[in-house]
């Protein structure tokens, strides 16, 4: 029997309930004055007005900011490639299918809990071998590496549950959810994966970038599941810039692929099982410089935003493929933004590392007005650089921040490399979403390039569950800061949790699979 994601009856369902088709909203209302006017029996609904889905876009414009940006959009015909729908096709399923969940990569994945937690148990180990094969950039061993998180998928006609993730020793695994067994032959992706891979909400296909060259040159894959095989390739030689990973993961939004590249292009691909049809590209430099983005794009409506490797961060139309407005945020920038709406207006959150300020400088966390691009707020966190044998490592933020709800709607947390500004190399950071002002932060027992995670009770209080480099876990009360668990487990979590009900799946540096039981 063909497999079919559990979400495609319930997106049609949503679509119903809601009058959101396609092309147009619908809104329904009774008769004013609330009367038979003999024209309309009481009671029944009315047709008020019909809005085209062009109405529904955000403005197709482009503001003064973005003349420091010098793009070209390529397409191939003159075909208009418009968005064709508004569906968030990753709401209507608690799977998940791509990073931190959905097209706001506001990580809201439904970790539900009976009661308070106080502990946090190990369901099941999976390890995968160590690939000793020495790269341009060394040796990468197994596990999984930033930003690593895997696919959770309920298949809606068995019922199975199945976890999806990328090794660093290049290779997929496919694991049963309850068991943490092989439910899949591994499958050899041929290069290093540090990124987060994606399924298609809508067909059988994975998506995956590869980091690192191993043996062939870096592209992205698509996987057909129904195939077990990689059936398509994409590697752009056209590209402005030479570095042709594709850490960032992917989204579809009204119908196409948006897959940002570290080549300094992002694309739009239409989709079919087994393969995609690149449409658009568009192609940016900055200051002469093409850079690359790591971050997974965050998209609303028919705007995108995303931040790169030079520090900008770009807001484009999807329908056009061209940029709508830039801020530069000082600093390399490889964590994915957050977008939340408020009142009707889209707010991303982005934050900075500290790289080319030298060794030591500022994490700039920020609150950007998603439509034009003013900064509502930015709140500098002092951050450092560390020599570790020869290697520097970076300060600042490599995490995706954490929206608060429930108890802690108005906060916002996020882990911060502080590298020895600080009393620790890396602390927990909770701000207002108004003001961004620090109402607290904790520290961890390392640097920590993982994103939390949430879980909220029966009265939504909220609970986060994160890991550090240092391979210790914590659980934490969300909302005074107090750690209620903590201990060592792995070598490194430098990947990110996905959430399933009371449970968190999430790789270590070195081997280790867990799929984690909060209690």
């Not at 009671?43 to 008020?48: F, I, S």
């Not at 599941?225 to 993961?249: C, M, P, V």
Request: overall charge neutral.
């Amino acid at each position: 029997m063909e497999r079919k994601l559990d979400f495609t009856m319930r997106i049609n369902f949503l679509r119903t309930v809601f009058f959101f088709p396609a092309m147009t909203i619908v809104f329904a209302g009774c008769p004013k004055g609330g009367g038979n006017t003999g024209e309309n029996p009481a009671g029944a609904d009315t047709l008020e007005k019909v809005v085209p889905i062009e109405e529904l876009f955000l403005p197709d414009t482009a503001y003064a900011s973005v003349q420091k940006v010098h793009f070209v959009v390529e397409q191939e015909d003159t075909l208009d490639y418009s968005l064709k729908d508004l569906d968030d096709r990753y709401a209507a399923s608690w799977s998940s299918f791509t990073f931190r969940r959905n097209m706001l990569r506001d990580a809201d994945f439904g970790g539900r809990l009976e009661k308070k937690p106080d502990t946090v148990e190990i369901a099941w180990t999976f390890n995968t071998p160590e690939d000793n094969f020495h790269t341009n950039l060394g040796s990468w061993g197994g596990g999984t590496g930033w930003t690593g998180q895997p696919i959770y998928v309920k298949w809606e006609e068995d019922g199975k549950e199945e976890i999806i993730f990328t090794s660093l020793n290049s290779k997929a695994y496919f694991l049963d959810f309850e068991t943490g067994k092989r439910s899949r032959p591994d499958l050899d992706v041929l290069n290093v994966i540090k990124g987060s891979p994606s399924l298609d909400p809508e067909f059988k296909n994975l998506y995956i970038g590869q980091g690192v060259s191993r043996k062939t040159p870096m592209c992205l894959l698509v996987v057909d599941l129904e195939k077990h095989q990689i059936t398509y390739k994409f590697n752009d030689h056209k590209a402005w810039r030479n570095w042709g990973a594709f850490d960032s993961s992917p989204v579809v939004a009204g119908g196409y692929l948006i897959w940002p590249g570290e080549n300094g292009s992002i694309y739009k691909f239409a989709r079919e099982q087994g393969s995609l049809k690149l449409l658009q590209t568009l192609r940016y430099k900055v200051n002469g410089a093409a850079p690359g983005v790591e971050s997974s794009i965050a998209i609303w409506r028919n705007y995108g935003w995303f931040q790169d490797n030079a520090g900008n961060i770009l807001c484009i139309n999807l329908n056009t493929m061209k940029p709508v407005w830039h801020y530069s945020n000082h600093d390399d920038s490889d964590g994915t933004v957050v977008c939340r709406v408020e009142n009707g207006t889209p707010f991303v959150y982005a934050a900075s590392e500290v790289d080319r300020q030298g060794m030591s400088g500022s994490c700039f966390f920020i609150k950007i007005n998603g439509l034009n691009g003013s900064v509502v707020w930015e709140q500098k966190i002092p951050c450092r650089r560390i020599d570790l044998g020869g290697k520097i490592l970076d300060g600042g933020m490599y995490s995706t921040p954490l929206l608060g709800r429930g108890n802690c709607d108005g906060m916002i947390f996020a882990n911060v490399c502080r590298n020895k500004a600080a009393k620790t190399n890396g602390e927990l950071f909770a701000l207002s979403t108004e003001d961004g002002s620090v109402i607290y932060n904790i520290p961890l027992r390392q640097f920590c390039w993982s994103s939390p995670v949430a879980f909220y009770d029966k009265e939504n209080n909220m609970y986060i569950f994160t890991g550090d480099g240092e391979g210790y876990i914590y659980l934490i009360e969300a909302k005074t800061g107090k750690i209620l668990h903590s201990r060592k487990v792995a070598y490194n979590f430098e990947s990110s949790p996905t959430v399933a009900g009371n449970t968190a799946v999430v790789g270590s540096r070195v081997n280790g699979i867990y799929k984690f039981v909060i209690k």
